[in-house]
Structures are given as structure tokens and as C-alpha cells.
């Protein structure tokens, strides 16, 4: 039996994916919960499992390609089960009902399918589909006989041929529809001025599914497309029409965009200019976009307001530097990061109001119960934020080991969204590259964010004597709607007192 696979929804609420890798190819062996492909989710890089035991059939989506949830991506012929094949029935009666008067056997042979095994990529699958070319039936030139995009063109050409010898209604052929839309293109060999094909004007035109969508994705209009074809008195257009009018446009196009840039030359000419450079193009999509999506509704939803202070942090710089070479001896990376989530909860015990969400549905602050602070880790994909849970009930390097963990895991997109989820408070350290005063963004629907400068050796005056120090500053981020500003100080004030005197936090 052939079992489609359709595309999960590997996140809560997703809607879409990108197809990042496949990790199989078609004629694959694969066992059930084999991973066979990678997925980008809005959060992170996961992979997708095989549902069955059997062999890889067909691969349906191209690396690279955003795909809807409930889309079948692969298909797989499931072991100790005899095949079976359907037709498609949807996509039978749409054409029919579109084309009224087309012969009951004219779709035939997409209906069957031969007993051996079919090679081809997802794309040139694809392109049989947009020029309604029975797969099955190509004979294929490539290595072990695998399917070209070429094979599919010269048996799309070849089943142009012979329409060319069956009368059509109006007493012409597809071939004389394809001349007479690159007639003008013709013209310029000829010393004319290029123009578009000529347009048809028509209310209504028939067309197969795969040549509609042909004309969606070259974004032509098949009402235009110029055709001397009939169906039962209507104009019916082809695949080859629509190419042959897409890419007379596109040549018509093209030779406008020349003489404009060799007016433009000829301007730059005259004057003095220099060479600019082109322009790069990066997808906004996947977690950027998520992240991009996150920051403004915090930013246009809640009201910050940003409290700066510094707080002088040599004793602990001291006390990392006693312990950081015990804590590589028990395979621990220990960061000033662990002390700071410590010196956090100690402020978020005292003041709770910090660690809260505002149910703006029910008009209640919900004070959380759970004391769940993230890191906001760059990586090549953007901004992310691991949750390290439960850090109240944690020691020092059991905190520095999964902090550490997560961090690597976002940064190689390894990372499940169920481990950024369900923070309560986050913080940011932008001091890692240097900054000392920032106004971070809260990561709704927390109420607060603390954000990290770089620690510095600067001139204070310590018992009457100017001394260096190292200090490090500190940006707290409040949603004023929750969160008050004298509470806000107060909370950076307790957090400042756990700093300045690191044997506090032993009592934490």
C-alpha cells in the first residue's frame, strides 16, 4: 500500500514549515521513526520521522520550500502490504468540469501507473504536472534511468507533435497559437521595437488545472494568453501557449529594462557616478520572521519603561575566579551567567510583581508560581531565548551545565520549542559584545527583562580613596502597565545587593 505522509504540525499552532533537508532519497529503505527529513518550524530545526517500515516512493517538496501544514510531502510503500494505486479523482472531475466536452479517456494513462519504480526529483515531478506529461510513461536519460527535466520537455514537445496532426476545430494548432505569441518578439531580429505578444481579451477561458496553475505561477492572466484552440465552442489554452506567451513577455520586458539601463549609462555618462553595488535578498521567514513578529507585538502592545543603574561586581569577579577552575575540574563552564539567575530569583521572591503576566482577557495579573528565567542566545537564526526551569531549586553549576546545554542547541538549531516556552522572566546579556546601556524589548507576555552590560574596570571611590573597580551595568525593561517604577528600581536594588556580595546567593 502507498502511505502519503503529510506535513505535521511539529509546533504548537504552526501553520507552516521550510523543508530544510531531505535525509533520504526515493528507492531509500527506511524503518519506522527514521528521521527522513529536517524541518524549519517559526522556532527551531527539527526532524521528521517516517510513520512507517517500507521504502521511499516519492519525495513531493524541494529543499527550500515553505510548505503549508497537511501538505503530503513524501509517500512510502509500506512493507508486507500490496500496493494500491488511486486515481486522482479531485483534480479528474475539476478538469472535466472545466473542459465539459473533453474526451473520457484523454486522462487515461495519468489514471495508471506501471509496475516498476519511476526516478525523479520533486521539481521535475513538478514540471510533468504543469505540462500534464504522464510521468510513468517517460523514458528517462539520466544515471540508473532516472527522469530529466529534459526528458519531461521532449515528451511534452513530442505530445505537441502529434496534436499538430489531428484537425482542430478552428482549423489550426498549437504550434501556430506558439508562433503568433512570439511573433513580436521575432520582430526585433528584424530591427523593430519589441513589444508583448498581443493579447486576447476573453471572459472565459478553458484550461486544464496543472495549465491554470502554470499561469499563476508565471503570473499570467490565461484570459490573455492568445490561443486558436476550442473546447465545445470555448477557447481552451495549453501549457505550450502559456509558456510560449511567458516568455514573450518576458523578452519584451527584458529589452525594455535594457534600454532603460542604457539610458541610465548614457546619463551616468555625462556626469560623475559611482559603481553601487547590487542588493542581497535574505527570506524573511522561519524563526527571523517569528522573531521580528514576537518584537513588535511586545513593542506596539506593551508600554516599556527602562530603568539603568550600575552595580559594582569586583567581589564577584573575585569569587568566579576562585571557582571557575573547580567547576572545570567537574566539567562545568562556569560564566558570571549563573550568578546573575540566582541574584534574579533572590529579586523576584521579594518582588513577585516582576514575575508575572498580564491576562489582558480577564483583566487579571497572574503573579507566576514558577520562577522559569531565559537567556536570550544569538545565533545566525536570529535572537533566541532558552528557558532554564525551575531555576530557584538549582545550584550554581547544575544551572551553568543547562544553561550551556540550551545555549549550544539554539545555536546549532537543535533546540525543541517546548525548552523556549513558559519563561517567566528573561534576561539579555548585550555586554558580550561590548554595550553597557540598552533598552531591551520584553519577551511578551513577560513583564520584565533584564539586560547585562559589559563588566569594566572603572575609577570609584571606595573609603575615601579612588580605586578601580569592576562594574557592570544593567537595563531592566518593564511593561508599566504591571509593573511600577519604584518597584522596578527596588527589584534591580536587591539584585545589585546579591551581586556586589556573592555569598548571598548561598543562602538562595
Sequence with gaps: MVREFKLPDVGEGLTEAEIVSWLVEEGDRVSEDQPVAEVETDKAVVEVPAPVNGTVREILAEEGEMVPVGTVIITFDVDGEKEEIEADAETEAEQEAE???EPADADAD?????GGRTFAAPSTRRLARELEVDIEAVEGSGPGGRITEGDVRAAAEAADADAESEPETAGSTATDATESAVRAVDEDEAGEDVQPAEAADRDRTLAAPATRKLA??????IDSVPTDRTRDGEPFVTP???????EAQKRAQAADAEAVSAGSEAGADRGTAGAAGEDERIPYRGIRRT???QMERSKSTVPHATHHDEVDVTALVEARGRLKDRA???????????????AVVAGLREY???????DEENEEIVLRGEYNVGVATATDAGLMVPVVESADRKGLLEIADEMNELIGKARDRSISPDEMRGGTFSITNFGAIGGEYANPIINYPETAILGLGAIKEKPRVVDGEIVPRHVMTMSLAVDHRVVDGADAAQFVNTVKEHLRSPELLLLE
Design 110 to 114: 495519468a489514471d495508471t501507473e506501471t
Design 216 to 221: 499563476d505561477e508565471e503570473g499570467i492572466d
Design 291 to 293: 522573531i521580528g513578529q
Design 328 to 342: 572545570e575540574e567537574r566539567g562545568s563552564d562556569l560564566s558570571y551567567m549563573p550568578f546573575v539567575i540566582k
Design 99 to 101: 473542459t465539459s466536452a
Design 352 to 358: 513577585p510583581i516582576l514575575n508575572s503576566q498580564l
Design 240 to 246: 505550450a501557449e502559456i509558456d510560449a506567451y511567458a
